[in-house]
Nanobody, 117 residues
Framework: VQLQASGGGLVQAGGSLRLSCAVSGRVPRFNRMGWYRQAPGKQRELVAGITSSGSTNYLDSVKGRFTISRDNAKNTLYLQMNSLKSEDTAVYYC????????????WGQGTLVTVSS
């Protein structure tokens, strides 16, 4: 399985970005998926998750600002990020869902989001 995140960049506080994640390989179609992030000097954390049927959950600090979605036909995961804050600065990754990211052994390429204040 390959996980390729894209769409990151430099944005001013209050701005928006949309991240995409292409999932390829032998992908179980109905897997719950998630977006994660790792800020400098911090542990990786779960940002949002989505089931195959579209049920979602979010980190408290991003609720109301971020929206996770998926296109099962395209094996693509998205993260719409609005009202970005400097504390959202991190490398963002997509992966299969786990409440404890430290249990995940394989990580694909992430995408860097930098929010300037």
């Amino acid at each position: 399985v390959q996980l390729q995140a894209s769409g990151g960049g430099l944005v001013q506080a209050g701005g928006s970005l949309r991240l995409s994640c292409a999932v390829s390989g032998r992908v179980p179609r109905f897997n719950r998926m998630g977006w994660y992030r790792q800020a400098p000097g911090k542990q990786r954390e779960l940002v949002a998750g989505i089931t195959s049927s579209g049920s979602t959950n979010y980190l408290d600090s991003v609720k109301g600002r971020f929206t996770i979605s998926r296109d099962n036909a395209k094996n693509t995961l998205y993260l719409q990020m609005n009202s970005l804050k400097s504390e959202d600065t991190a490398v963002y990754y997509c992966n299969f869902y786990d409440d404890y990211p430290s249990r995940i052994r394989f990580w694909g390429q992430g995408t860097l989001v930098t929010v300037s204040s």
